[in-house]
């Protein structure tokens, strides 16, 4: 069978961060599963596999109760099979879990009665074991959630991966309302309006002759190259405090020329530079439809 490249097992305690770390591997690329049984997990590797999935992470932990306990014997099977794979375990302090827990008001898996500090340590021992195998150890009593995100992408991804972060690029029409998701939003209506030129007025940003009056102005030009420069300083910086999705707005009056015609460009610049893209002209042709 074709080995899988990257299979990552997160177990540990509960209260520490799987879930959060989970969702930090699938914005990296990880396909990814939680609260697998154990008894699945070969087969899991080897779908993956025939599937040519490179990567994939799924978080293995007590809430499995009776399954759980065959996961240390599952792993040896895994490695006698040549599956490729690393243990990931997250724990925290005592006093940190009991506070976390008593703030989320949530019941201890392994405290039914509602001792949590009772379900903490008889966790502990029953994860020692396991606890020892692992390549990868993680304490995050100290750790804020972007601490921990970053650690995870510092581990298992590249930290300034354009790739980790989608860029939704829109242009709209500021007489349609403001978009309410916008991150950042750009106002064009201070560049020369084609709609008040006969020939271009019937025509949207989309067309060769509306781009060619938009981008034959200086200022235009001008403008891009500060826009570019301006886009090109911040978008690390939101892969760097964990963004995942960025809007990026672009309005003029109608959203039917100036607008769609630099989201076009802005789109082709991000796209050039590794990001992953989405272009939407929310208000395009909208006057038609009134």
Known sequence: ??????????TGLSGAGKTETLRCMEDIGFYCVDNMPPSLLEKFAELCAHSRLPRA???CDLRGGEFFTSLVETLSDLASEGIIYEVLYLEASDEVLVNRYKESRRRHPVAPQGNILEGITMERKELAELRGRANLIIDTSDMTTAQLNDTVRQVFGKAHDPRRMTVSVQSFGFKY??????DTMIDVRFLPNPYYIHELKELCG????????????????????HYYTLLDFMLPHYLDEG???????????????RSVAIANETHKHLKELGYYTVLNHRDLFMDDKE
């Open 206 to 225: 989309n067309d060769e002759a509306v781009r060619d009056y938009v981008f034959g102005n200086e200022v235009a030009q001008e403008f891009m190259r």
């Open 57 to 59: 992470a799924v978080v």
């Open 1 to 10: 069978m074709q080995q899988l490249l990257n299979l990552v097992v997160i």
């Open 243 to 257: 963004k995942n999705h960025l809007v990026v707005a672009i309005g003029c009056t109608g959203g039917q020329h």
């Open 177 to 182: 309302g403001i978009p309410l998701d916008a």
